[in-house]
């Protein structure tokens, strides 16, 4: 389940950049306005969870949708397949191996996390995070910071390149980081609420949180 309970609960410095890091003000107002211009969001996702020695310990891919405000569909491929569901008011995360369904409320805190954060309420980052960020050339990097105690990440870094998510990574408080690439991004591209929402598979057991 940590794979996606790391973007549920939790909820991203790169060769080349400049070195001078912005002030908090300046960095909101830059993160803001990235976020704001991506409406909708698709594509396809590679995550990559590391130990603090950098071994491997999971690998997986799949696809992503996400519509502001709320919105967000996130599907793990097989061999460990798993379906998280946002319409903005519950979140359904279903495992089909277990034929098990916990369904949470989309509550403030569910909505700091880092896969909610992309779909979520920009004007909310400043309550949330403390923020700084470097650019250079068509790539931006934020480092987020939770003001939160009882968060499952420490830092959280998000790039974008040519003003479209790239990757972000999650490391937490023992060292283990989690990078998550985006591939094939479509910016602003309609799509169909009836993904947003989830019909619980007959004869599957239901968690209610």
Do not use: C
Request: no cysteine.
């Amino acid at each position: 389940m940590r794979l996606i309970r790391v973007l549920l609960l939790a909820a991203l410095t790169m060769t080349g950049l400049a070195a001078h890091a912005a002030g908090d003000e300046q960095s909101v107002q830059r993160l803001t306005e990235l976020l704001g211009k991506a409406q909708t969001l698709s594509g396809r996702f590679s995550q990559l969870t590391l130990d603090g020695s950098g071994t491997q310990l999971q690998e997986a891919s799949g696809e992503m949708a996400l519509k502001r405000p709320g919105l967000l569909r996130w599907h793990t491929d097989a061999p460990m397949e798993q379906l998280l569901v946002s319409n903005g008011e519950k979140v359904w995360l279903y495992d089909p191996d277990l034929q098990q369904v916990t369904i949470q409320p989309l509550d403030q805190r569910m909505s700091h996390t880092p896969a909610l954060l992309l779909s979520g309420d920009v004007s909310k980052i400043r309550e949330n995070f403390t923020i700084t960020h470097k650019e250079g050339g068509s790539v931006v990097d934020f480092i987020l910071k939770p003001k939160a105690k009882d968060t499952l990440f420490d830092t959280l870094r998000l790039s974008f390149r040519n003003g479209v998510i790239n990757d972000m990574q999650l490391i937490d408080s023992i060292g283990q980081r989690t990078n998550i690439l985006f591939l094939g991004v479509k910016l602003n591209q309609p799509l169909d609420n009836s993904q947003f929402t989830f019909k619980v598979p007959e004869g599957a057991d239901i968690i209610q949180e």
